[in-house]
T-cell receptor
């Protein structure tokens, strides 16, 4: 079975500073990787996904993530955050050729951007 | 474009009462459908998924059930709610390719009192 660990439960940062949200996964087979964002009392919105190809993936709202197979990581980064980036972020994994769309989620990281 | 509707947005129910949460998807056919539950500080837990009408799989034993009466309709039910059923329930859909991302509804906040 696969698992996802988000190494930080909360990340405070000042506006316009860079940020990195860390995600590590465990799986005995190849995986697909996703980052989602959740604003208060809303559903999850897809930020970006890694399916294959280039290990650097760009998503919406200026976020990007890098897939590192040797370190089994998929860290999310943004060079300059805004107040509006304050939200909870979830890393998720699905197993290659596994049942459709069955994602395993991490516990989430709450990003708080201070002015 | 595809949209997903989930209702109600909030619900307060007494222990022992029944539950019915509804989710519909528009703009696509034969979607895979999912129910997730999000408890405070515990991430997301997959409850049910469905790859077609009358094809529903349960991931976690509990007093909840799911049904798919139409291709794009997914219902989460309970005959008798428990306090532990409180949480944020999210419906989602995905396309057929196995690497399709999930698209979530806005969720239902259920409080069992």
């Amino acid at each position: 079975a696969q698992s996802v660990t988000q190494l930080d439960s909360q990340v405070p940062v000042f506006e316009e500073a860079p940020v990195e949200l860390r995600c590590n996964y465990s799986s005995s087979v190849s995986v697909y990787l996703f980052w989602y964002v959740q604003y208060p009392n809303q559903g999850l919105q897809l930020l970006l996904k890694y399916l294959s190809g280039s290990t650097l993936v760009k998503g919406i709202n200026g976020f990007e993530a890098e897939f590192n197979k040797s370190q089994t990581s998929f860290h999310l980064r943004k060079p300059s955050v805004h107040i509006s980036d304050t939200a909870e972020y979830f890393c998720a994994v699905s197993v290659f050729l596994a049942s459709y769309g069955k994602l395993t989620f991490g516990q989430g990281t709450i990003l708080t951007v201070h002015p | 474009s595809q949209t997903i509707h989930q209702w109600p947005a909030t619900l307060v129910q007494p222990v022992g009462s029944p539950l019915s949460l509804e989710c519909t998807v528009e703009g696509t056919s034969n979607p895979n459908l999912y129910w997730y539950r999000q408890a405070a500080g515990r991430g997301l837990q997959l409850l049910f998924y469905s790859i077609g009408i009358d094809q529903i799989s349960s991931e976690v034993p509990q007093n909840l059930s799911a049904s798919r009466p139409q291709d794009r309709q997914f219902i989460l039910s309970s005959k008798k709610l428990l306090l532990s059923d409180s949480g944020f329930y999210l419906c989602a859909w995905s396309g057929r390719p196995y690497n399709s991302p999930l698209h979530f509804g806005n969720g239902t906040r259920l409080t069992v009192t």
